[in-house]
């Protein structure tokens, strides 16, 4: 009779231990998953609610089960996300500690919210990331106007030259116009006398939009490393800024794809904010869509507009579409479809970070195997100075 009375005033002081325990605590039966006890800790947490399916997201939800039903050792330090108000995720680290008496046993869960530790932790690391990418700039400024600068004159030098050819041109087609009507039609070339007179202008205009777009790209990545060095916000026309960015990436668009297009409606108004940041935005996203592209006859396709009261800027891709059993998860950060080509799990949660710092949404509407549409709405600036 006396071992009986141990055994409860075990039962009684092991759950006292429970009620001054730290942490919260939730004591479950393994095998219905059912909870027995939760400390004052774990109630404040989780309210009265005795269904966690409705706390945690399904699948997590239907994982975290089967680890409890199968938990016969100590599970330390494992994490989980959790529902919280505005529809909101947060992060709980867990461990799980099975305890048994002859053949019955239970699991303890006890718990800690991370969420506001991994949110300044990812702020700090956001801000170390700026000041080194701004030390990597200067670097690269300095690196780019020497480059800038001898590609400048090398285009000058080029551009001066097929003036004077021109005017040679000129003089000879005189010459040779001459001798077709004394001789009749000849080659030179392998081009006929005939067709001369069109064909060596376009290869020369040909020759100066090359070059053209050769310093044009030079300057865009200039402009580009430039404003990557300014902190202060500015006045933007997306429409220039998306242009930029489809300079930059020209190459890149033609190795993915051969069916690109962009339709922008002019007069758009500015808005206001970090233009390296939004360029960096724009460049996540196009680049997202052009590696989602099975082959290069799928496209991708970029617009601007108003709509709702803000400017947006879509890119639609025809690509493989995101699935839906991962869509909940695409602005986590450190998720990723692409770690072993090199992804870091970044880029749309950083995405969404920058268009909530010019007070702006994300939309991203995918279906699997068709493509994917993101949709950024940003607020515009008026000239009296207001949004």
């Not at 919260?24 to 027995?36: A, G, K, M, T």
């Not at 060596?200 to 060095?229: A, N, W």
């Amino acid at each position: 009779m006396r071992i009986f009375q141990k055994e409860a005033q075990l039962g009684e002081i092991f759950l006292k231990f429970i009620d001054i325990y730290s942490d919260p605590i939730v004591v479950f039966e393994p095998e219905r998953h059912e909870i027995l006890y939760m400390n004052q800790k774990a109630k404040y947490f989780l309210g009265e609610n005795s269904d966690l399916s409705t706390f945690f997201q399904k699948d997590e939800y239907l994982n975290f089960i089967k680890l409890i039903k199968d938990c016969h050792k100590i599970e330390e330090n494992r994490v989980i996300s959790f529902k919280r108000n505005e529809d909101k995720k947060g992060v709980l680290l867990f461990s799980l500690y099975p305890v048994a008496y002859d053949d019955y046993r239970i699991v303890c869960f006890t718990f800690k919210d991370i969420t506001e530790k991994i949110n300044k932790k990812e702020e700090k690391r956001r801000k170390n990331a700026q000041l080194i990418l701004q030390d990597k700039l200067k670097s690269v400024d300095l690196v780019t106007s020497s480059i800038s600068h001898e590609i400048n004159n090398i285009c000058n030098f080029m551009v001066n030259n097929l003036k004077i050819t021109f005017q040679v041109w000129n003089d000879i087609f005189t010459i040779i116009k001459e001798y077709e009507d004394e001789n009749g039609e000849f080659l030179i070339g392998g081009i006929s006398s005939s067709e001369i007179d069109k064909v060596i202008p376009r290869l020369m205009i040909s020759v100066i939009d090359g070059i053209t777009r050769i310093s044009d790209t030079i300057d865009d990545f200039r402009k580009y490393v430039k404003e990557g060095l300014k902190s202060e916000t500015a006045v933007i026309d997306i429409n220039e800024v998306v242009r930029r960015v489809v300079t930059i990436l020209n190459h890149h668009i033609f190795i993915y794809t051969e069916n690109f297009n962009f339709n922008f409606t002019e007069g758009l108004p500015k808005i206001k904010g970090n233009v390296q940041k939004l360029e960096q935005l724009i460049i996540n996203l196009l680049m997202n869509a052009l590696q989602s592209l099975p082959n290069r006859q799928r496209g991708v396709f970029i617009s601007t507009g108003i709509k709702l009261n803000k400017v947006y800027i879509e890119i639609n891709d025809e690509g493989a579409g995101i699935p839906k059993s991962i869509m909940p998860y695409i602005y986590e950060p450190f998720f990723s479809t692409k770690y072993s080509s090199g992804g870091s799990g970044l880029g749309l949660y950083l995405s969404k970070s920058i268009v909530e710092d010019f007070g702006g949404e994300i939309s991203i509407h995918s279906e699997e195997n068709k493509g994917t549409t993101v949709t950024i709405y940003l607020p515009y600036f008026l000239e009296n100075g207001k949004f």
